[in-house]
């Protein structure tokens, strides 16, 4: 033996001859010999460690209960006998779809007690289990199935064997186990307070428990300290504490709550979702879930005075089934026993009371199967007795999912009715609730749960109020923790919540714990959430049960991986114990206190205290003795509680009105009961009293719920099917219906609109639903259903959203779905199957846990797979042979009856049994597969029959028998039918043909897949239509080795024999042409019948054929050059009136831009002006000279500057005038600068005078004019 490591715990291997196959039980033996050092050197040409095998040519060789690439995961069955050992899932995380089986037995420590140890333990909760039984099969008691995070803890198997037993599911993969045992040891080792004694701790005076774990006062310690604290002492066998202390050993001030666990006498089996109920001081529990193998009494009752359970004796004959997850209420002197889960697969709407004098149980009416009318079968629902009814909240239905119904029962009357509340809320299922009193009358709160929401199954938070008289829902502060399988009561004005499964899959934030240890508290009047100290870590569980006395709470039974008896006792603070007034209001341990008359007492809701003197003197407002914490949250609470209508809601700040249910939340923190977003804009508040609105299509969560409501219907959107209402689904249908005859019209070829199912009609019919999950009754039948899985061990079809609900205590030991395996439903079922008469080998049987081999002992591998143990069969005959059997080893070889075992002696030197030549046509290492041409299940004596395929195959499906056809377009499972687009009738041994059109190419792609896969020919044909036309045929084939290409053609005219044009020619990626000419024996078209068979044989896949017939007329080359000649000319004509016309258009713009700037030019300003030519001697002799002034100004954009346009006189060259001909004056411009009185008379023109005439005068000028001469002068 040698170890491995996982973290800090070793793992033992021991080798042995069978560890793997026979072809390597020489070096195994060999390897069973050597030392690690051997077995470290066989690894080094592997990449990776081998963690639980040898390593052979580079792969790992694993170990008998190993596999995996590095045999790092464990599988099969394996037996265990050292005397103290350890088992783990693997080196590392566990795989998916694990089933790994141990056997621990010690024939040498036989009727020794065993003690198994959990070291470390990390699964998926409410998935993945580790079940434990006691003795060597899982037909002894089982004493565990744990899932989760589980703390270190010991079990003991009183047989001195165990079988544990793992299993996952294909989600999660997490860290797994690590379990020890050991013989001759005692859980604990009884803590060292007593002596071990046949696997029970025989405890020491003053200890009990399994363990002797708790310290218990005597009667040798009367009057002694004992077990008790803090200066109690022993009393009548009870912890008597001083006035500062409290609890079951005095062990906790009076200031704090305190949690007990109390020692009881005449402990019962442990039970969860079972239903209790308190009458005076003894606690009632009737049914629950229980580990199989145990006996369970029912009922039975706790006294809490006397620490005791008691057994009910049933009078007469007629007693409930059993069941889990119902309820239990006290009305007069009966109790009343209504739905829950019987056969572990049933839900009921049974009504059963017990009277409690003649203890006789009778049934209340009759069972229940319409939908529509109560009362409706439901599991995990809560119940009160308010008045002189039963109220029935919520629950699981198997049809309709989660029930939203207050289901209503008069005791006096016996009849039932649904609540008349209009407020839509969601369903809920495994919730808690609380009745309480108020000023206003009765209330109940419902806390927690799972419900369907947003199309999954969800775990919430949520706290909800139904009040009795309006009957009407109202949503309070969440928790902040979601939890379903939790228990509530009230006590001192405070709903406690203990315990529950925190674990919510579909949640994407951190997850809670799988079984939760937390206790909670929520004040009524307040409105407030807080934590209470928790006690104890073996607090942690879920599906127990609560119970309240006027000041104590009793927990009872539950499952934290084991299914438990114990009793807790909750006892809360004392208000005696605070003497201010600031540290009575700070007392919250379990309990509300005020301070009255300088005395701490309790709050009681329906007592009005005084004010105190001193803050009436102040002046001071009244502090409320049930004062609350001043939270952000209570004041917008308070704030928002006091709205009545939508538009004064809405008018606070942070708040909003929820319609369905007339409640004014804050808008930050709350939401609607039915989901639906708050109104926060006062336009969205509706001015008159509007009825309330129909419950959303959208809260239905299947076919049946969804026909429940007859504004909806059930119909499938975008392939998943959904509620919605029937206006939608008229829009739907028009809008499909237009798509599909677009696409139709859009299409050049003859299409047809798609064949799809039949919508369900409207109305509430519920036949045309698909039948629920619950009602199929075979494994084939519920895989069929998308949404359905089944369980082998409860042989029970279950809704895939409801597995982990109705299976939390591990009663599904493997699972199986449609879409878990990619092979048929029936081999799925098969293999799973807990029917182990249906499994036909010795591996597949071992991997059902209750099930062991019993070879024939013909040394031909037949046997049969039956219950039974390591010991034998469950049902062992007379000439039972125990060398027969095989629990945990499997015959050497086993030719499943079509050979015998030979011993050879192998290369490596031993021994080995290997099946000899297979007969009845089979073949495989152990005959058990059917040889080509045959097809069958040869396994354990069965026989392989001749494939069925009409010669159009060779080969089959050596399993089913479907056949692989040869031919393309052949198909069906005995190649009986044609594809479409193909003709022939292949049952009669003739191919199937497909038609090839004339001037066509056609491509076909046949692929290495399924489908073309085993396709090695094709036949095609083709008919000439066109008269006295040449045919060219032309192919390719382009695949790795080519293809043969036959070609016939035939006449029904003149000759019924077919000739052969071509014979096994070859086709390549290149292919070839052939041309032929019609000829009178086989003549062309429509009025002959010549037709061309071509067929393309010796292919494989994948390959690409593309293949074409054509015909096409001889080239007349007169009438060719003709139209060529004429197309030449008309082209040059048309080039030509083209050139004409664009030279028509280039000289028409040119003209018309010559005009356009001749009307530009014309349009410049103009004007006239006199001038004045006089000789500038007389200016010189008469006076001062002025100077000459411009003919016009015209400024630039900036008007700092300006163009100075004159009159000058030309030269004359000392003459008079100019030269005869030329001019004597001329028009000069000059660039100037502008001096500022220039600049006020140089405006823009107005826009009046500019849109009437460009052409202005210089009338605008003169002053400017005068200025100048002004200036000068």
């Not at 050991?182 to 025989?202: D, H, M, V």
């Not at 009849?415 to 839509?424: A, H, I, P, Y």
Request: negative net charge; glycine residues 8%; charged residues 20%.
């Amino acid at each position: 033996m040698f170890f491995a490591h996982r973290g800090r715990y070793p793992l033992p291997f021991e080798w042995t001859s069978s560890i793997v196959t026979v072809l390597f039980i020489p070096l195994l033996v060999l390897a069973n010999q050597a030392s690690f050092d051997l077995e470290k050197s066989l690894s080094t040409s592997c990449d990776r460690h081998c963690y639980n095998g040898v390593c052979l040519n580079g792969s790992c060789v694993c170990s008998k209960g190993w596999v995996g690439s590095q045999c790092d995961h464990c599988y099969g069955r394996i037996k265990l006998t050292e005397n103290q050992s350890q088992l783990i899932d693997g080196p590392l995380d566990y795989s998916s779809s694990s089933k790994c089986t141990w056997v621990i037995e010690n024939e040498k420590k036989s009727g020794a007690p065993l003690n198994i140890k959990l070291e470390n333990f990390q699964t998926e909760c409410g998935w993945d289990f580790v079940y434990i039984y006691d003795g060597d099969g899982v037909y002894g008691e089982q004493l565990a199935a744990f899932c989760g995070e589980q703390e270190v803890q010991e079990i003991s198997a009183p047989s001195g064997k165990a079988l544990i037993y793992f299993f996952s599911d294909l989600a999660m993969n997490l860290n797994g186990f690590n379990i020890s045992y050991e013989f001759n040891k005692c859980p604990y080792n009884c803590n060292f307070r007593g002596n071990c004694e046949n696997s029970k701790c025989n405890c020491k005076p003053g200890y009990t428990g399994v363990s002797c774990e708790t310290h218990i006062c005597t009667e040798q310690e009367e009057g002694k300290p004992g077990p008790c604290q803090n200066g109690g002492v022993c009393r009548n066998s009870r912890c008597s504490c001083t006035d500062n202390y409290h609890g079951d050993t005095c062990d906790a001030h009076r200031g704090r709550s305190v949690w007990d666990r109390i020692p009881t006498q005449n402990d019962v089996t442990g039970r969860a979702s079972h239903a209790s109920v308190i009458i005076d001081d003894a606690i009632w529990s009737i049914g629950g879930e229980r580990f199989s193998g145990v006996e369970f009494e029912d009922p039975v009752v706790y006294n809490i005075t006397s620490r005791s359970w008691t057994t009910i004796a049933v009078e007469g004959d007629l007693q409930p089934a059993a069941r889990f997850d119902h309820t239990l209420v006290r009305y007069k002197m009966r109790l009343y026993m209504f739905g829950g889960v019987i056969d572990r697969r049933n839900i009921t709407s049974e009504l059963w009371s017990f009277d409690l004098h003649t203890r006789e149980w009778r049934k209340e009416g009759s069972d229940n199967s319409d939908l529509m009318v109560p009362p409706l079968s439901v599991a995990g629902h809560t119940a009160h007795v308010i008045g002189s009814e039963m109220y029935i909240f919520f629950g699981y239905h198997p049809e309709i999912g989660f029930v939203h119904n207050v289901q209503i029962y008069n005791f006096e009357t016996g009849r039932w009715r649904f609540g008349n509340t209009k407020d839509q809320v969601y369903g809920r299922f495994r919730h808690s609730s609380v009745h309480y009193k108020m000023d206003s009358g009765d209330a109940v709160l419902v806390y927690g749960g799972t419900m369907w929401s947003n199309s999954q199954n969800n775990l919430t938070d949520s706290l909800m109020k139904y009040d009795i008289k309006h009957e009407k829902w109202t949503n309070l502060p969440p928790s902040g923790v979601q939890l379903f399988l939790h228990t509530a009561t009230v006590l001192n004005g405070l709903m406690i919540v203990v315990g529950g499964n925190g674990y919510n899959i579909s949640e994407s934030r951190p997850k809670q714990e799988c079984f939760s240890g937390m206790v909670q508290a929520y004040d009524i009047a307040c409105k407030q959430w807080f934590n209470i100290s928790t006690g104890a870590s073996q607090l942690r569980r879920y599906g127990h049960t609560a119970v309240a006395t006027s000041n104590e709470l009793f927990i009872i039974g539950g499952f934290n991986g084991r299914m438990l008896n114990d009793v807790w006792r909750f006892t809360p603070a004392e208000c005696a114990s605070a003497t201010r007034p600031e540290g009575c209001r700070s007392l919250t341990d379990g309990v509300k206190c005020v301070f009255a008359d300088r005395t701490c007492v309790k709050f009681d809701p329906f007592v009005s205290y005084k004010q105190p003197f001193l803050s009436f003197v102040k002046n001071e407002s009244p502090k409320s003795m049930s004062e609350c914490r001043n939270t952000a949250l209570r004041q917008a609470l308070q704030v928002c509680d006091e709205q009545n209508d939508c538009m004064s809601c809405i008018s606070e700040p942070g708040c909003g009105w929820c319609p369905s249910g007339d409640q004014c939340l804050p808008a930050n923190d709350g939401e609607c009961v039915d989901g639906q977003v708050m109104l926060t804009a006062w336009e969205k508040c509706s001015l008159t009293r509007d009825p309330p609105p129909p419950r959303p299509c959208g809260m239905a969560n299947d076919c049946r719920s969804c026909k429940l409501l007859a504004h909806c219907n059930w119909y499938t959107v975008e392939g998943k099917p959904t509620c919605i209402p029937l206006e939608d689904e008229i829009l739907l249908k028009k809008e499909q219906l237009d798509r599909e005859l677009d696409r139709v019209a859009s299409s050049n070829l003859p299409l047809r609109l798609p064949t799809t199912p039949p919508p369900i009609p409207p109305g509430q019919n519920l036949s045309y639903c698909p039948l629920p999950c619950s009602s199929l009754y075979t494994c084939t039948q519920c895989l069929q259903e998308q949404k359905c899985m089944w369980c082998p061990s409860t042989n029970r079809c279950i809704n895939m959203e409801a597995y982990a609900l109705s299976f939390a205590y591990g009663q599904c030991h493997s699972w199986v779905a449609g879409h878990a395996h990619g092979f048929a439903f029936s081999k799925s079922c098969r293999i799973e199957s807990s029917n182990c008469s249906a499994h036909k080998t010795c591996a597949e049987c071992q991997l059902s846990p209750g099930c062991g081999w019993l070879d024939d002992g013909s040394h031909t591998g037949l046997g049969n797979c039956t219950q039974g143990s390591l010991q034998g069969p469950l049902n062992a005959g007379p000439d039972f042979n125990r060398k027969q059997w095989y629990f945990t080893e499997c015959p050497a070889c086993q030719c499943n009856g079509h050979s015998m075992c030979n011993e050879t002696r192998h290369s490596l030197g031993g021994i080995q049994e290997v099946c000899g030549e297979c007969q009845d046509n089979t073949m495989g290492k152990h005959c058990e597969l059917c040889a080509p041409g045959y097809f069958g299940d040869p396994r354990n004596g069965d026989h392989c029959k001749p494939c069925q395929c009409n010669g159009q195959a060779d080969t089959c499906d050596n399993v089913t028998g479907a056949c692989h056809c040869r031919t393309k377009g052949v198909t069906g499972n005995e190649c009986d039918r044609c594809e479409q687009k193909y003709y022939g009738t292949p049952k009669n041994g003739t191919p199937c043909y497909y038609e090839l059109s004339v001037d066509f190419i056609f491509t076909f792609k046949l692929k290495n897949e399924d489908k073309d896969r085993h396709a090695t020919e094709i036949y095609l044909f083709s008919i000439p239509h066109k008269k006295d036309t040449d045919v060219s045929f032309q192919i390719s084939c382009d695949g790795a080795s080519g293809a043969n290409v036959a070609l016939n053609i035939t006449s029904s005219h003149l000759q019924p024999n077919p000739r052969k044009m071509m014979h096994n020619t070859t086709c390549d990626s290149k292919g070839f042409r052939r041309v032929y000419v019609s000829d009178p024996e086989y003549a062309y078209g429509t009025d002959a019948n010549t037709t061309f068979f071509v067929r393309v044989f010796n292919f494989t896949t994948p390959i690409q054929i593309q293949v074409s017939f054509a015909q096409s007329p001889p080239i007349n080359w007169v009438l060719f050059f003709v139209i060529f000649a004429a197309c030449f000319i008309v082209l040059l004509v048309v080039a030509g009136l083209l050139w004409m016309i664009k030279l028509r258009i280039e000289v028409y713009r040119r003209n018309q831009r010559r005009i356009d700037e001749i009307e530009h030019m014309a349009s410049r300003p103009f004007s006239s002006i006199k001038l004045e030519l006089t000789n500038p001697h007389c200016f010189m002799a008469s006076g001062p000279v002025h100077g000459p002034t411009p003919l016009s100004v015209e400024p630039c954009s900036n008007y700092k500057s300006g163009i100075f346009t004159l009159a000058v006189r030309l030269p004359t060259g000392g003459r008079a005038t100019t030269p005869n001909g030329t001019s004597g004056l001329a028009v000069a411009s000059a660039l100037c600068q502008l001096t500022p009185a220039q600049l006020g008379v140089l405006q823009a023109p107005d826009n009046s005078e500019h849109r009437n005439n460009r052409k202005t005068t210089l009338r605008r000028y003169i002053p400017f004019l005068r200025a100048r001469e002004n200036d000068t002068g």
